[in-house]
Structure formats: structure tokens, C-alpha cells
């Protein structure tokens, strides 16, 4: 256990719901990334927020993906009317900032089934 | 390109053995290269990272060796064990972004 919790971990939904995940991340850690990761293939940046700026989006991110750290403590990432292809794996990791690179510290993910 | 290319997708070794798994990029803005260790239900978790100013870099069984010019850097995993059976990632972080480019894994397991 990093220390990264995510929730709902598994998440089943019908095609056109809306569904939003919940990432909590070690305490203090003022930098958090959502990836997207589907069977037998590595985890796909979405997403960066240092604090409560969101800094850097996938430019393979649909508009029917939103994200939020308010406070720049836990995050949200939001998927508007679902699609097949959305389903996959959705992992948070978390650093403590600072300069330069730092340790990533993933949460177990939330397993997406889009129906 | 933003790619980084693993290899190979899946690998089988014998207990004691040497697992060697191999990364390639074209990006020389990447400057920042961590390996992951994944089991099933878990999200990845770092196991030793490089920066390409340092050719090798050696933790406990596990050991990065990185080829500047050839743009290619690998992990070695020494004495594996039936324990270090995983999924292997190579990851580069693309300086002036907050990007991290993962590889597409290698799938290793080690018979006891």
C-alpha cells in the first residue's frame, strides 16, 4: 500500500452514463497525475496538477474528460456519456514535488467497464 | 516521437537466472528514466530510476544500464526469483513537460 487510495475501485456502467473517480493522495504531496491504462499496454498520461493547477493535458483527452483538484488535496477525474472504449484502468500517482523529477507513488486504480 | 519502444512483450526464465528487459527512444528531450514493477490488482510501483548522465546504476538485484548514443537503456534483474514475477515498465520523462511516456510492459515470470 502506497498510501494512495482510489475510489470506487471497480466500476461498472452502462454506455452514455456520467461516472467520476476519486484519487487521495499521500499527505503533502503537491503533485498528482491521472493515467489511463488498458490490458497489456502501459499506463497513458491524462493528466497534471501541481496543487490545484491543472498544468498539462493529454491532448488525447476528449472533452468528455474532466479533471479537478480543488484545494490540491484529492482530485476528481469525470467521464461524461461513456463510451466502449473508455473502459480501462484509471491510476492516480502522486509525488511530493519539489525540483525536477520525484518518485511517482501509484494508488491501486479503478477498473472501468463501460457496457 | 514521443514513444518508447519495450522489448521483449513477454519473458520466461529460470529461477537464479538473469532477466534482461530492453527500452529504446528517439526523444533526446527525455531525461528522466524510471523502471516499474506491476502485479496484477496493483498499480505499478518504482523500482529504480536513471538519468542519462550515469551509464549504469545498480540497486540490490536490480541494475539499469543506459547507452546514451544508442538511445537505449535496459534493467537487469539478477538471481531472479518465482517473487520477481511481474510486469516490467520503462518509463521517460519528457524534460519541459509533466509528462511520463510509458513502454508497453514485459510480462516476466520465473519458474521455481
Known sequence: ?115 | QQQVKQSPQSLIVQKGGISIINCAYENTAFDYFPWYQQFPGKGPALLIAIRPDVSEKKEGRFTISFNKSAKQFSLHIMDSQPGDSATYFCAAYLSGTYKYIFGTGTRLKVLA
Open chain 1, 1 to 115: 500500500d502506497t498510501g494512495v487510495s482510489q475510489d470506487p475501485r471497480h466500476k461498472i456502467t452502462k454506455r452514455g452514463q456520467n461516472v467520476t473517480f476519486r484519487c487521495d493522495p499521500i499527505s503533502e504531496h503537491n503533485r498528482l497525475y491521472w493515467y489511463r491504462q488498458t490490458l497489456g499496454q502501459g499506463p497513458e498520461f491524462l493528466t497534471y496538477f501541481q496543487n490545484e493547477a491543472q498544468l498539462e493535458k493529454s491532448r488525447l483527452l476528449s472533452d468528455r474528460f474532466s479533471a479537478e483538484r480543488p484545494k490540491g488535496s484529492f482530485s476528481t477525474l469525470e467521464i461524461q456519456r461513456t463510451e466502449q472504449g473508455d473502459s480501462a484502468m484509471y491510476l492516480c500517482a502522486t509525488s511530493p514535488g519539489g525540483r525536477g523529477t520525484d518518485t511517482q507513488y501509484f494508488g491501486p486504480g479503478t477498473r472501468l467497464t463501460v457496457l
